[in-house]
């Protein structure tokens, strides 16, 4: 009997379009000999949709005609299965439309990969593909994934966190605080977004200000930090679980500014082209892959990949993006993007791993994960509510 996997897409978040992307990506390279799969759009407003043309890339030209073709549904919990419920339902016949055993979240930002639709996912006891909620929360924000990082002994920079409240009741305050501490250039960025969205290089007081304001535009709270000027950008995606987890090639993206933009990862070089994969996203960015790095750097590099996605505790597919100092040598973990664009399949096709066989394996730590679950207990036997008594409520409507 094939597995019947869920995959959702899109969701309340600046990096909606690109998740549309990613999940389509996945829905056309799943073995379907093993999996039924069943495309699901989450709409900005956070409603789910079904239909024939959920999965279709072009669909999603004219996403107000594509919802007038498709089915609202929500989902229900059903003795270890999820339906797929029509809403608003009809008064005679089934409103169950189908179910799923797995749900596969390909999204990017906040509001679903941070994880809030992992614990939704978890409230209504359905295996999730990917890291579990709290992996998912710390990931997305850089600043308490830096603290982590430190504390485990694994080189990040030193940086500056600051709330958009604060810096506007003393601008000057939080400006020399930044000036004093880290100095010029440095980067500015959200503290919970990728993509690059929000992001500037500052080279002096103006530019800073500059920066924080666009900042702010995307985010309450931002993370400054020093700007490496002779950088190397090198990324690295990890397979596994706490248990165990493999490495795969590393890639140097190629960007046309002095920070990678959103631009350069999206929309440079792909033309609104599309592929039998739905549509090139990360794939259409510019890259040397394998990155030209020596043997020792490129185990250095993957070594500390793996032990970065194991202190954080996550699972199913992650990428971790690294800075090289190039004057020092010294190697910093940037970030990890617990759900990366395009599932960064592109990073395991060099080492043998195939799109259809990266999802199944993602797949497959995610039912382990479920067993795993399964053996703990959630319940306490105990006779407290017997005894209870609340004073002035008898007889009180509820």
């Not at 980067?187 to 924080?212: H, M, Q, T, Y």
Request: hydrophobic share 35%.
């Amino acid at each position: 009997m094939k597995i019947k996997v869920g995959v959702f897409f899109g969701g309340q978040s600046v990096e909606h379009e690109v998740s549309i992307i990613s999940g389509i990506q996945a829905v056309y390279a799943f073995n379907r000999e093993k999996y039924d799969i069943i495309p699901i759009y989450i709409t900005k407003n956070n409603e789910m949709y079904i239909g024939e043309n959920i999965g279709d890339i072009e669909a999603y030209k004219d996403i107000p005609t594509l919802l007038k073709k498709s089915q609202k549904i929500i989902l229900v919990n059903d003795n270890k299965k999820l339906n797929l419920v029509r809403y608003p339902m009809k008064k005679f016949g089934t409103n169950i439309i189908n179910s799923i055993d797995v749900a596969f979240p390909i999204v990017h930002g906040t509001n679903t990969e941070d994880g809030t639709l992992q614990g939704y996912f978890r409230t209504l006891c359905i295996p999730y593909v990917g890291p579990d909620v709290t992996s998912s929360a710390i990931g997305m924000d850089k600043y308490v994934m830096k603290t982590v990082l430190k504390d485990n002994g694994i080189p990040v920079l030193d940086c500056i966190c600051l709330d958009v409240k604060k810096y506007h009741t003393n601008p000057n305050d939080i400006i020399e605080r930044v000036e004093e501490k880290i100095g010029y250039p440095v980067i500015v960025k959200p503290i919970n977004l990728g993509s690059s969205v929000g992001i500037k290089v500052a080279k002096d007081r103006a530019e800073l200000e500059d920066a924080f304001e666009y900042a702010f535009q995307f985010a309450n709270k931002l993370l400054v930090e020093k700007a490496i000027v002779k950088l190397r950008e090198i990324n690295c995606s990890v397979l596994g679980d706490y248990e165990e987890a493999k490495a795969s090639e590393c890639e140097e993206p190629v960007g046309s500014d002095e920070i990678l933009s959103y631009e350069d990862k999206y929309l440079s070089g792909n033309g609104g082209s599309k592929t039998d994969n739905g549509s090139k996203g990360m794939t259409s960015l510019s890259r040397k892959l394998p990155a030209p790095l020596s043997p020792q750097k490129r185990e250095e590099i993957r070594s500390l990949a793996v032990k970065t996605f194991q202190t954080l505790n996550c699972n199913g597919v992650s990428r971790i993006d690294f800075m090289i100092d190039t004057e020092t040598d010294q190697l910093y973990v940037n970030e990890i993007n617990t759900i990366p664009g395009s599932l960064a399949f592109y990073l395991w096709e060099p080492i043998g791993v195939t799109y259809d066989m990266l999802l199944d394996q993602m797949v497959t730590l995610a039912l382990k994960r479920e067993r795993e679950l399964s053996e703990i207990s959630y319940s306490f036997d105990t006779n407290i509510l017997s005894g209870v008594k609340l004073g002035g409520m008898k007889g009180a409507k509820l």
